[in-house]
């Protein structure tokens, strides 16, 4: 059984929480979310709650729907609330971050600074050498949050370049530890 599934979420004051045809409509103070729906899962909205349910409990498939699609109503209910947020951190001798109107322009390394394209629903701020990604859609946060970083990647030597805060990148020795070793 799943048990992520079975979960009866809560919907949060000042959200609302519609079915129409097959998709799951979400609204909340951050924005308006919605998904469409799997034919086997069927959700239910009643007495402030939103129930999950499957056509078959026992068949694997359907477990796997019912946990999945359980989370996704989660993250729904939580990104209309409260939204999610990455944060980067930018490692380089001038190496910098700006607010170009709404999008994002990376210098780091390149002839020519590199413009990130913001998403609907997601707003950055810059702080220093920390990037911030906010929005209501968990998904559409962590996406674009990997393509800051994929622009470049921390190099193992010096540690120079893009890594999320926390992230402790690999780093390897050198050259010269190597000649000193033997």
């Given amino acids: 059984m799943s048990r992520i599934g079975k979960k009866i979420r809560p ?100 002839s020519h600074p590199v413009l990130v394209k913001v998403l609907p629903g997601i707003k950055f701020s810059v702080d220093k050498n920390i990037i911030t990604v906010e929005g209501a859609d968990k998904h559409s946060v962590g996406e674009i949050a990997a393509q800051i970083r994929a622009v470049k990647k921390v190099e193992p030597y010096k540690g120079k370049g893009i890594k999320y805060v926390g992230e402790e990148p690999r780093r390897k020795a050198g050259k010269t530890a190597a000649k000193a070793a033997s």
């Fill in 11 to 110: 919907i949060p004051a000042g959200v609302t929480v519609d079915m129409v045809k097959n998709e799951l409509v979400v609204k909340g103070p951050k924005g308006t979310l919605s998904i469409k729906i799997h034919p086997r899962v069927s959700i239910i909205v009643e007495g402030g709650n939103v129930i999950l349910k499957v056509v078959d409990e026992n068949l694997k498939s359907d477990r796997a729907l019912w946990g999945t699609f359980s989370s996704l109503v989660n993250n729904m209910l939580v990104g209309v609330t409260d939204g999610f947020k990455k944060s980067l951190d930018i490692n380089g001798v001038g190496y910098k971050a700006a607010l170009a109107g709404q999008d994002l322009s990376l210098e780091v390394g390149f």
